[in-house]
């Protein structure tokens, strides 16, 4: 670790002193803050969207990713920042896919820690961050009724059945949509996300991927620099234009590249899902052992 470094994270909330090793950054077991410091020590962190982008792309691709991260577990911290729900999140953890160390899920309505069981082996829960998640649920100020009752029946709006804590979901027909529903909700006084063109989320307003993204890293006293953002569509547009190392993936929505034509500091992939993460985490210098994408045999 470099002495830049070491001054940066001496500089974060989450830590006293500077100290020679990244090891020896841990507290001491039991310690309340034992997983936060340890995090903010690694040398990177790979703040990224599933579906597309971290379980897109090619199997090979995928599994050169997950492998290197596992390999790295020391070094290399993980984020998924998501529109899935925590039971989503802990189901897939069952699974082959790495486990990460915290999530920003329901489009950046939930933040929280992934803890594992002792109890039930391989079965992760979702832990939200209270300090975190105080200000989305103020803002948010229950309005779940408020939306559901003012777009009930609302044309190309399909409400989602999962009762979500502070968002409502629709699936959206473009081809029937009225664009009314936007005003309606900024009207309420929130916001509401197309994305993929099949979903209308209604965020608590200011509240999306990026802004929760950044409230986690603060928190964490991770530094910006030593963070990868990665998505591939509209939802992911508020984390990919934000003032850290950012991969649109090769396989990206036409109107999320569009979005970001201006920012000079995104890695525009060529390969898809995570292949195009393989290939920013290279192209961008943000590990001194990069993985290789697509494994070829020795
Ligand atoms: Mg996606």
Known sequence: MSGENLQKKSDTPLTDEALPEVKTLNPPEGSPSAEHRDFAARRFVLATDLDGTFLGGSEADRRALYEWIDANRDEVGLIFVTGRDPEFLEELCRGPVPWPDYVVGDVGTTIARM?????????????PIEALEEQIA???????????????????????????????SYDYDPETFDPSAIEIVREI????LISADIFFDVLPRGVS????????????????????????????????DMDVPAVAVGNSEPGLVQRLRDRDT???AQAHGAGGILEAIAALGLHPSPPSPRK???
Do not use: C
């Open 115 to 127: 803890e594992f069981s002792d109890d039930e082996p391989g079965q992760g829960r979702v832990k």
């Open 209 to 240: 991927k990026g802004p929760s993204l950044l409230r986690l890293l603060a928190f964490l006293g991770v530094p910006e620099h030593k963070t990868l953002a990665a998505g591939d569509t509209l939802n992911d547009l508020s984390m990919l």
């Open 138 to 168: 103020a803002i948010w100020d229950d309005a779940g009724p408020r939306v559901r009752e003012a777009l009930d029946g609302h044309p190309g709006l399909t409400l989602q059945p999962t009762p979500f804590r502070y968002r409502v």
């Open 266 to 268: 995104l890695h525009r």
């Open 296 to 298: 070829t045999a020795a």
């Open 189 to 192: 006084g929130h916001d509401p």
